[in-house]
């Protein structure tokens, strides 16, 4: 059984940045893509980015383009969300999930396990 654990959420100021990250446990990382997904309150959780298993390929929501990165170190077992230029729009629960795809993927439907998730609010 595979676990995640986020970390690195917290609140920051508009404009501000924050990396965070997500520790796996319990299975072959390299066989997983990962993904990063948030929910906002009364919201549906909603796609952030995602990688792919060697990390060469990434697919991004388009809302964070040119803001978020994503990136995963396999000798770590950890993936990464670079998060920059913050606004409040932001503000949201952020999950970390892998799937059993290779490639990445941007649906929720298609990953496998779920991490429980980190606060980040975006806020003056």
């Known amino acids: 059984q595979v676990q995640l654990v986020e970390s690195g959420g917290r609140l920051v100021h508009p404009g501000g940045s924050l990396r965070l990250s997500c520790a796996a446990s319990g299975g072959h990382f390299r066989e997983f893509s990962m993904g990063w997904f948030c929910q906002a309150p009364g919201k549906e959780r909603e796609f952030v980015a995602a990688?792919?298993?060697?990390?060469?390929?990434?697919t991004y929501t388009d809302s964070v383009k040119g803001r978020f990165t994503i990136s995963r170190d396999n000798a770590k077992n950890t993936v990464y969300l670079q998060m920059n230029s913050l606004k409040p729009g932001d503000t949201a629960i952020y999950y970390c999930?892998?799937?059993?795809?290779?490639?990445?993927?941007?649906?929720?439907?298609?990953?496998?396990?779920w991490g429980q998730g980190t606060q980040v609010t975006v806020s003056s």
């Open positions: 999930a892998a799937s059993n795809w290779l490639s990445e993927r941007r649906i929720a439907s298609e990953y496998a396990y």
């Open positions: 990688i792919n298993w060697i990390g060469d390929s990434t």
